[in-house]
């Protein structure tokens, strides 16, 4: 059973930036993150395949961007000039056919998450 463990989360100022990372078991088609903030849906914040086409939520593209290693068992998501509004859990979550924000927002295969904090 594919596994995923996130690390990196943190608090930082708004501003400022982080990294967060998610190692896998094994690889898979997409991989990606989304973020859950408390009262709030799911929101799908980026997607990879493993040929690279990556995808972003209107809401962080130019801010965050989405990467892995060579071995695509390794997904990484850099977060710069974070702002407030970006404070929730994010988790990795993967889908081995079809990849999309929708996808890796519903998908079931996902890690525990990491939590970012951003104050103003």
């Known amino acids: 059973q594919l596994q995923l463990v996130e690390s990196g989360g943190g608090s930082v100022q708004a501003g400022g930036s982080l990294r967060l990372s998610c190692a896998a078991s094994?690889?898979?088609?997409?991989m990606g993150w989304f973020r859950q903030a408390p009262g709030k849906e799911r929101e799908g914040v980026a997607a990879i395949t493993t040929s690279g086409v990556t995808y972003y939520a209107d809401s962080v593209k130019g801010r965050f961007t989405i990467s892995q290693d060579n071995d695509k068992t390794m997904l990484y998501l850099q977060l710069h000039d974070l702002k407030p509004e970006d404070t929730a859990m994010y988790y990795c979550?993967?889908?081995?056919?079809?990849?999309?924000?929708?996808?890796?927002?519903?998908?079931?295969?996902r890690g525990q998450g990491t939590q970012v904090t951003v104050s103003s």
């Open positions: 979550a993967t889908d081995r056919a079809l990849c999309s924000l929708y996808h890796i927002t519903m998908s079931t295969t």
């Open positions: 094994y690889t898979t088609f997409c």
